[in-house]
Structures are given as C-alpha cells and as structure tokens.
C-alpha cells in the first residue's frame, strides 16, 4: 500500500467504487512504517472526521472498529485478481491487521474485471462481505475522483498538535536523506544517456546531481529569496533527516524570522502544517 499519501490515492478510488456499487464501506485504519521498519495502524476515525465525509458520499461508510463489534466475519468472500496473488499474510503489518479481521474463513473468488465495470460488479458480486487484500482502486486516482478529497477532513485531536505559527507562513518539505541522495545519483549522475539523447548530443547533455539534490546554499538562496518576495513571517521545516544547519542559516540570514522545526513530530503534524501553509515549497 505504500506510505500515508499512497494510501490516500487508492482511498480516493475505493470511496468511489463503493459509492457506484451501492454498498457499505468499512474505513481501514492507515499504516505507517518507520525507517526502521516499525509500523503501527491508525484508525480512520482518529485522522479524518467521519461524519464530514459521511454527510457527503452517497453510500454508507463504518469504522473498522464499528464493523467488528456488528458484523461476524462468517460470511465474507475475498475479492483477488486473477493477475496477482490473492492473499499474503506473511509480512507485517498484513500479519496483525488481517488477523485482526479474522478473514481465514472467507471463501475466495478472482476476477478480471475493471472497477469501472460497475454493472458487472453489482450482479456477479452479490456476496455479503467483500474483503479486498487490494484497494479495488487506479492508482495513482483519477481525476474524476478527486472531489472526495475536499471532505477528508483533519480531527481537531491532530489540528490541535500543529504548533501555532504567525501568518502569512511558508511550509516547506526537504528531502535530504541518504535514500534521497542515492536516488538522485542514480537518475542524474551515474546513468546512461535519456533516451535519443546521443543521436542529438554526442557528448550527451550534463545532468549536475544539483538539479535533483540541492546544497545547503542553493537551499538557503531559494528561501530566503521566496521569504523575501511574500514577506512571511515565520517558516516551518519539515524534514527526513537532520536539518538543524537549514534552521540555523536562515535565522542568521532572517533574525525576526520565526523558524520551526519539530524534532520528533507526528508525519500527521507534519502534513497538516504544511498543507495549512499558504504558500508550500518541497
């Protein structure tokens, strides 16, 4: 499923999937996976308000949680491609959280239908329960999909843990981890030329590692410039690793500005203050 903002992406497509089939769906928990391959599970009803978006999509939605108290499990079919494996329970966080469901009764039945063939879905999948081990969803979403997004909206629980920051404020997202630095290595500096790029530059064109991985100074110079130009009045840092020197350059260069930067802050912190920003750079 990938990190908090794939998850995000297929929810986009299931809420419409079910909308369009006309059935309940069960709100999963999100998952989040540390660097150090820790993980935990968040409940839905703990990150988004329920009831917002339940107000506005046209089929019922149920916390996994209210599911598991109303409806036993003895009657469930799990839904897989004919394309992929069904069902995988030997990795976390699947171990915890299908056991937690109790799927090893469900019945299994494959597919190789589109989502959007919502006609077939309805009259061959008449069964009680579907259970997807994955997101009947396109990924990333469709445009057409994008209109839940606006109706998922923070709890005051996780509004209330973003530090409080003097406006107008610039949001800003760095990625200067050592798996970041690897990639752009790999895609700008030790790789083959692009495509037809020999037949058109025979020496091939020069990539610096700068355009994909930028230098303190370079990251310096664009702030303080973008902070100049909307006049901000404070800046918060989100960041994968280590960037105190970041934080120290601009309040040397910017006195009277007022910088955050979290050490350990929830990714929830993270995201909200930065999508609250009014302006946001990454």
């Known amino acids: 499923m990938g990190q908090f903002g794939n998850q995000l992406e297929y929810l986009l497509g299931v809420l419409d999937f079910a909308t369009q089939l006309n059935r309940t769906l069960v709100l999963p928990p999100f998952i989040f996976i540390s660097d150090k391959g820790d993980f935990f599970l968040r409940p839905f009803q703990n990150v988004f308000n329920v009831s917002l978006l339940a107000n506005y999509i046209k089929t019922p939605v149920v916390t996994l949680d209210d599911f598991k108290k109303e409806m036993p499990m003895n009657n469930c079919t799990l839904v897989c491609s004919l394309s992929s494996k069904c069902f995988n329970r030997v990795q976390e966080p699947d171990i915890t959280f299908w056991h937690s469901l109790d799927v090893s009764q469900c019945r299994i039945r494959r597919h190789d239908l589109s989502f959007s063939l919502t006609d077939q879905w309805i009259s061959g999948f008449s069964d009680h329960i579907l259970v997807f081990p994955n997101a009947p969803a396109n990924y990333p979403a469709l445009a ?126 993270d995201i909200i203050a930065l999508d609250t920003s009014d302006v946001f750079l990454e």
């Not at 798996?179 to 030790?190: G, N, V």
């Open 144 to 269: 057409k999909d994008y209109h839940y997004q606006q109706h998922l909206v923070w709890t005051n629980e996780l509004l209330n843990t973003v530090p409080k920051m003097s406006k107008p404020y610039l949001g800003v997202h760095l990625r200067r981890g050592s798996d970041m630095l690897a990639t752009c290595r790999s895609a700008f500096h030790e790789v083959k030329p692009l495509f037809s790029e020999a037949y058109n530059c025979p020496d091939s064109l020069h990539r610096p590692l700068e355009m994909c991985y930028q230098s303190l100074e370079e990251i310096l110079r664009t702030l303080i410039l973008t902070i100049k130009n909307y006049h901000f009045k404070s800046v918060y840092l989100a960041c994968d690793t280590n960037c105190h020197d970041v934080e120290e350059g601009l309040q040397k260069a910017m006195p009277s500005l007022f910088v955050k930067r979290p050490l350990e802050a929830l990714v929830f912190t």
